[in-house]
């Protein structure tokens, strides 16, 4: 299989913990994006990170990219419950194909 | 809201009927996909349409048929499902293809099949 697989499939956390989230792909990439899904919803963007960065941040988020390893990681700190969702990566390979991974389901306790 | 508008939000179709889906996008893209999204699986790419004319097909069977009239629309033409294709079928429009860009999702069209 080309596409990222995110670790865990599944986390509950309390509301102000931080949560980490991991993907792991196979081949070469030109860019690795994060994606938010509420249930039954379509996917929302969170944060694009290019081959040749290492980490990057957005508000509450960070992900970092080890291109050496074909992994990369999402944390999100202080997690509210709002932020109950799934969580996908997915990698933009040199050869042009886009493939989302199976994705990790967060649920924050209030 | 993401600029990606689908219709219906729900369907709930037998075997034998005939049904479409609609996506709609005004953001200026030029390239958009259809995805299905079934339980535990990951989200698997049907079609990509580049100015209007379909530059993947990932094996899907012929029972979907898609259609892109214009660079806003995207159909998905349905006929004679089978259960195993209920699921959650997502619409997604970049800027071009081949895609290096952000996809920007409608909500989906949930599709149950009896």
């Known amino acids: 299989s080309q596409q990222g697989e995110e670790d865990p499939q599944a986390l509950s956390i309390q509301e102000g913990e931080n949560a980490t989230m991991n993907c792991s792909y196979k081949?070469?990439?030109?860019?690795l994006q994060w994606y938010r899904q509420n249930s039954g919803r379509g996917l929302v963007h969170l944060i694009l990170i290019r081959s040749n960065e290492r980490e990057k941040h957005s508000g509450r988020l960070r992900v970092t990219l080890d291109t050496s390893k074909k992994s990369s990681s999402l944390l999100i700190t202080a997690s509210r419950a709002a932020d109950t969702a799934s969580y996908f990566c997915a990698t933009a390979n040199t050869g042009n194909q886009f493939y989302f991974g199976t994705g990790t389901s967060l649920t924050v306790i209030p | 809201e993401t600029g990606v508008t689908q219709t219906p939000r729900h369907l709930v179709m037998g075997m034998t009927n005939k049904k479409s889906l609609k996506c709609e996008q005004h953001?200026?893209?030029?390239?958009m996909y259809w995805y299905k999204q079934s339980a535990k699986k990951p989200l698997e790419l049907m079609f990509v349409?580049?100015?209007?004319?379909?530059?993947e097909n990932n094996s899907v069977p012929s029972r979907f048929s898609p259609e892109c009239p214009n660079s806003s629309h995207l159909f998905l033409h349905l006929h004679t499902l089978q259960p195993e294709d209920s699921a959650l079928y997502l619409c997604a429009s970049s800027l071009q293809f081949p895609s290096k860009n952000i996809q920007y999702f409608g909500a989906g069209t949930r599709l149950s099949v009896l």
């Open positions: 953001l200026g893209h030029n390239a």
């Open positions: 349409y580049s100015l209007e004319e379909r530059v």
């Open positions: 081949t070469s990439i030109n860019n």
